[in-house]
């Protein structure tokens, strides 16, 4: 009887979101350069005494990266991640046991084959594109994170009586948030609060040894193409200057990848480029295109991928932060050297993840 109740109840709350998503749809494609709404200043999390387990057990009230309230009867112990960059920064809090249901595509994450490989043979349920709503009500959590993308699946999740959170690190501090939020949720606040102080202390150290330097000229190379390029509000943009750079796209309006001419790439004249991990094309590939013969970065030859083998350090998680020190070497090789960045690479991922990486792994070989 409960299961067709729960059947009856899913399927009225999924022809709802059918019926409204081509709505929403006109809706957001009606404004393609309306800015996400920016998450309140977060201070970060104050460690807490280990007193009580009373303190982190009791009902909790937050408030989400979109604005959403939203209400635990206690901290959260089935965990739905529909979100790489959430699973990630479990994983760094030591969450993983907690979590239940994993974004889709989780097969090509080589973080879960080293430290986590049960994860890959968990139900795939969501991303930012598409979320499955009766595959993470069978699995019975008593928490759902998803990107913002995801809102209006968040919104029918919680009508079922899942408690869903919604995300958006897409800036420094609204990373910040992200760990602090996953603290509060899910019950780990000292272990959030350290994170966000080792976090917060590396940043601090980098940007105190680039304040006075040059700023030399830097293009991040996305994806799909060379002509693509992080703008302005993005993550990727605030690394790049706290590394003590100056990001060329900084004027380009939003939170996502935009396309850019040769014309417009020859014009910013970068010093450097810098491509994604993940990119679909080779460092030749930018050296051959002759319309981009004559860039500073490719004539002297600064063109550069950003590591590691084992995931993107320029996306908003914790391994980030790595990323910022390779950036550092790379653009200032005096005030970072490749010896620290390796060894706060390998001290990284040993403290969080028990990991002994090797310097393939690292993108040096």
């Known amino acids: 009887m409960k299961k ?7 399927l009225s709350a999924l022809l709802v979101q059918l019926l409204s998503g081509c709505a929403a749809e006109v809706k957001e494609s009606a404004q393609p350069s309306a800015e996400p709404s920016t998450p309140a200043a977060v201070e970060p999390a104050q460690s807490q005494p280990a007193e009580t387990e009373s303190a982190q057990s009791g009902p909790i009230t937050v408030t989400d990266q979109a604005g959403r309230t939203v209400t635990l009867e206690k901290p959260a112990e089935k965990i739905v991640s529909c979100y790489y960059l959430v699973t990630a920064s479990l994983l760094t809090l030591g969450q993983k046991d907690k979590i239940v249901g994993i974004e889709m595509k989780a097969s090509s994450r080589e973080l879960y ?6 994860f890959l043979d968990l139900p795939g349920v969501g991303s930012g594109k598409e979320t499955n709503i009766e595959a993470i009500a069978a699995l019975e959590p008593d928490l759902v994170l998803l990107p913002k993308k ?19 690190p897409e800036t420094y501090e609204a990373f910040n948030g992200l760990i602090e939020l996953l603290g509060e949720l899910c019950g780990c606040g000292d272990e ?5 102080s080792y976090y917060n202390g590396v940043v601090d150290r980098v940007t105190g040894l680039t304040k006075d330097a040059e700023k030399p000229a830097v293009y ?6 060379w002509l693509r390029t992080c703008a302005g509000g993005m993550y990727q943009r605030e690394m790049i200057e706290m590394a003590g750079g100056s990001c060329v796209s900084q004027d380009i309006e939003g939170r996502a990848w935009a396309d850019v001419s040769g014309e417009q790439l020859a014009a910013w004249d970068p010093e450097f ?9 080779s460092l030749d590939d930018i050296r051959n295109d002759g319309a981009l013969a004559g860039l500073k970065a490719v004539a002297e030859d600064r063109l550069y ?29 005096e005030l970072v050297t490749e010896d620290d960045y390796v ?23």
């Open 220 to 225: 991040l190379a996305g994806e799909a193409s």
């Open 150 to 168: 995801q809102l209006e699946a968040a919104e029918t999740l919680t009508g079922l009586g899942i408690p869903s959170a919604v995300v958006e």
């Open 4 to 10: 067709r109740l729960l059947s009856l109840v899913l």
């Open 343 to 365: 060894k706060e690479a390998r001290e990284f991922y040993k403290t969080y993840f028990d990991l002994d990486v090797t310097q393939a792994q690292l993108g040096l070989e």
């Open 305 to 333: 991928t950003v590591p590691s083998e084992i995931e993107a350090w320029d996306y908003p998680q914790p391994s980030s932060i790595l990323g910022l020190l390779w950036m550092t070497h790379i653009l200032h090789p």
């Open 192 to 196: 959030a609060s350290d994170l966000i």
């Open 113 to 118: 084959k080293l430290c986590a490989p049960d």
């Open 273 to 281: 480029i810098f491509a994604v991990s993940y990119a679909e094309y």
